[in-house]
């Protein structure tokens, strides 16, 4: 159980949360917690004019996601703190998958709780950090999928196919990167 300074345990009787959640009412910091998450799922999942990403892609993604512990923002570094305290809950019964839409709007969502809430170094640290995790499910397509590189010897590199880079130009324009 966490423990204030004086040593006694926080007066609601939970665990405190990390530093950084401190600043935020508990629906936005689900919201800032969940985001990367829902960014996998939906990048990961089947669509036209994507390939099938498969096991790779999702371990890909939890690698991005995992990989914002080395940002140099309090905030992403603690909402991935967050993310891995978090139990393990099968979702709630009669609850759809994530789609592209619902996906964009919780974006735009996290940007109005970032531009009111958050430093504007930690906001945009955020914000490219959940772009990095979905950029980088896009880029784990098996090989024999991959479209040649325009530069350098054939499967150097993925280009990332035109239904990839629509999504993440959308994800880019929600997360008001571009």
Same mark, same amino acid.
């Given at each position: 159980?966490?423990?204030?300074?004086?040593?006694?345990?926080?007066?609601?009787?939970?665990?405190?949360?990390?530093?950084?959640?401190?600043?935020?009412?508990?629906?936005?910091?689900?919201?800032?917690?969940?985001?990367?998450?829902?960014?996998?799922?939906?990048?990961?999942?089947?669509?036209? *004019?994507? !390939? +099938?990403?498969?096991?790779?892609?999702?371990?890909? *993604?939890?690698?991005?996601?995992? $990989? *914002?512990?080395?940002? /140099?923002?309090?905030?992403?570094?603690?909402?991935?703190?967050?993310?891995?305290?978090?139990? /393990?809950?099968?979702?709630?019964?009669?609850?759809?998958? $994530?789609?592209?839409?619902?996906?964009? !709007? $919780?974006?735009?969502?996290?940007?109005?709780?970032?531009?009111?809430? $958050? +430093?504007? !170094?930690?906001?945009?640290?955020?914000?490219?950090?959940?772009?990095?995790?979905?950029?980088?499910?896009?880029?784990?397509?098996?090989?024999?999928?991959?479209?040649?590189?325009?530069?350098?010897?054939?499967?150097?590199?993925?280009?990332?196919?035109?239904?990839?880079?629509?999504?993440?130009?959308?994800?880019?324009?929600?997360?008001?990167?571009?």
């Amino acid at each position: 159980m966490s423990h204030s300074v004086a040593g006694e345990p926080p007066a609601t009787g939970r665990h405190a949360g990390p530093p950084a959640a401190a600043g935020y009412r508990a629906a936005e910091w689900d919201l800032l917690t969940g985001l990367p998450g829902r960014v996998v799922v939906v990048t990961t999942a089947p669509a036209p *004019g994507r !390939a +099938d990403r498969g096991v790779p892609a999702g371990l890909a *993604g939890l690698d991005a996601v995992a $990989a *914002g512990r080395a940002f /140099d923002s309090d905030l992403v570094r603690a909402v991935v703190a967050a993310i891995y305290a978090r139990p /393990d809950a099968p979702p709630p019964a009669g609850a759809r998958p $994530a789609d592209v839409v619902d996906l964009l !709007a $919780a974006c735009r969502a996290v940007v109005r709780v970032l531009d009111r809430r $958050a +430093d504007p !170094a930690d906001s945009a640290a955020y914000r490219q950090w959940v772009q990095s995790v979905a950029a980088r499910v896009c880029r784990a397509v098996p090989a024999a999928d991959r479209a040649p590189s325009p530069i350098g010897p054939p499967g150097s590199a993925a280009r990332l196919s035109p239904a990839d880079q629509r999504f993440l130009d959308r994800l880019g324009r929600a997360l008001g990167l571009r």
